[in-house]
Nanobody
Framework: QVQLVESGGGLVQAGGSLRLSCAAS????????MGWYRQAPGKQREWVAT???????NYADSVKGRFTISRDDAKNTVYLQMNSLKPEDTAVYYC?????????WGQGTQVTVSS
């Protein structure tokens, strides 16, 4: 059974930082492309960042320079370090694992940035 469990969300003031974690089980973590997505109220889910099995990273323009995605294959965990947070970063953040063998989602963690 595949599980992706996010943690680390919360309430933070604008300009602050949070680090999200996503612990994976039930997959061969090292071969999966791992990503973070987010969904704000009334909006569609949008891509935030991705790290491939070779640790190549890509970012949405809206978070480039502020967010950093990383992975620890030994711990089956992907992280999202979020700095200089803005109120528009408020959303539910979802972890995603994708490979030709499957596409999996976590349950999400709420991030709220107050102005």
């Amino acid at each position: 059974q595949v599980q992706l469990v996010e943690s680390g969300g919360g309430l933070v003031q604008a300009g602050g930082s949070l680090r999200l974690s996503c612990a994976a089980s039930g997959i061969i973590f090292s071969i999966y492309t791992m990503g973070w997505y987010r969904q704000a109220p009334g909006k569609q889910r949008e891509w935030v960042a991705t790290t491939t099995s070779g640790s190549t990273t890509n970012y949405a323009d809206s978070v480039k320079g502020r967010f950093t995605i990383s992975r620890d294959d030994a711990k089956n965990t992907v992280y999202l370090q979020m700095n200089s947070l803005k109120p528009e970063d408020t959303a539910v953040y979802y972890c995603n694992a994708v490979h030709m063998w499957g596409n999996y989602w976590g349950q999400g963690t709420q991030v709220t940035v107050s102005s």
